[in-house]
């Protein structure tokens, strides 16, 4: 089992900037790829942006160039840095981690990202 804690969501103004941070604790030997999914109301979940363990990245087109997701093995954390956020941003984001071993997919509780015009 692995428990995923989400922090740094809130209430920003159109242009500023937000970091999330998730911590991921259990059974961490098994996680592989990670990211940052989010979802508003009535919507799909989508992918924000994904990091393998080497570190490789994907984003949404959407964020390109606004975001950044890092990773931090050694601390078990991955992070996604907000900058330019636009108020289509808001949504509840999630941290998810993948098995490395199983088809298992784990997610935190969310945290949400309000961002004002």
């Known amino acids: 089992q692995v428990q995923l804690v989400e922090s740094g969501g809130g209430l920003v103004q159109a242009g500023g900037s937000l970091r999330l941070s998730c911590i991921a604790s259990g059974s961490i030997v098994s996680i592989g790829a990670m990211g940052w999914y989010r979802q508003d109301p009535g919507k799909q979940r989508e992918l924000v942006a994904g990091?393998?363990?080497?570190?490789?990245?994907n984003y949404a087109d959407s964020v390109k160039g606004r975001f950044t997701i890092s990773r931090d093995n050694i601390k078990n954390a991955v992070y996604l840095q907000m900058n330019s956020l636009k108020p289509e941003d808001t949504a509840v984001y999630y941290c998810?981690?993948?098995?490395?071993?199983?088809?298992?997919?784990?997610w935190g509780q969310g945290t949400q990202v309000t961002v004002s015009s």
């Open positions: 998810n981690a993948d098995s490395r071993t199983t088809s298992r997919r784990y």
């Open positions: 990091i393998t363990r080497a570190g490789m990245t």
